[in-house]
């Protein structure tokens, strides 16, 4: 088992895998706590929030951000591809908390004037938009950080294996 745990920390170390298994690995870290959070708050379990937009800390940030990181720790903050890699965080970051926030907020306001003036209509009240899609800046800036901890994290884990060899 640990041979496969090296032959795979050996496979991702300073490459494009592990930018891949940076981001992914910090987007499912962000999707477990949403769903824990909201389950601490609502009181019960609702794994369908794995798969769900919106939310603290919001997985789209984490991961975003886990890229451009890991990027910058394997090529240097001072490379081309992490400038690329940061511009696509910030274009990603700024969508979550602006617009897709905003349709979050419509969201809201529809289904209320669906409910109360359309409620005698079913063809009119057949379901629910979606109000989770957007996210607070604290939501952003939470996932922001955990992916840059996911980030050091993962580089720190290959390097100190690896080295230690």
């Not at 609502?42 to 369908?48: E, G, M, N």
């Not at 079913?122 to 980030?151: D, F």
């Amino acid at each position: 088992m640990y041979e496969k745990y090296l032959f795979f920390l050996h496979a991702i170390d300073s490459n494009g895998f592990e930018v891949l298994v940076a981001a992914t690995f910090s987007n499912l870290v962000a999707q477990w706590l949403k769903t824990f959070i909201i389950a601490i708050k609502k009181r019960t379990l609702d794994f369908s929030i794995l798969v769900s937009t919106g939310g603290m800390p919001s997985s789209h940030s984490s991961t975003v951000v886990s890229m451009a990181a890991s990027v910058g720790l394997i090529e240097g903050f001072d490379s081309i591809s992490f400038a690329i890699a940061a511009c696509v965080a910030s274009i990603v970051m700024y969508d979550a908390a602006g617009v897709r926030r905003a349709a979050s907020r419509q969201a809201v306001v529809l289904n209320q004037i669906i409910q109360n003036f359309f409620l005698s209509d079913p063809a009119l009240n057949r379901g629910k938009l979606k109000e989770l899609l957007g996210h607070t800046p604290t939501e952003v800036l939470a996932g922001a950080g955990l992916g840059v901890i996911v980030s050091f994290w993962l580089r720190w884990v290959v390097s100190s294996t690896l080295t230690s060899l």
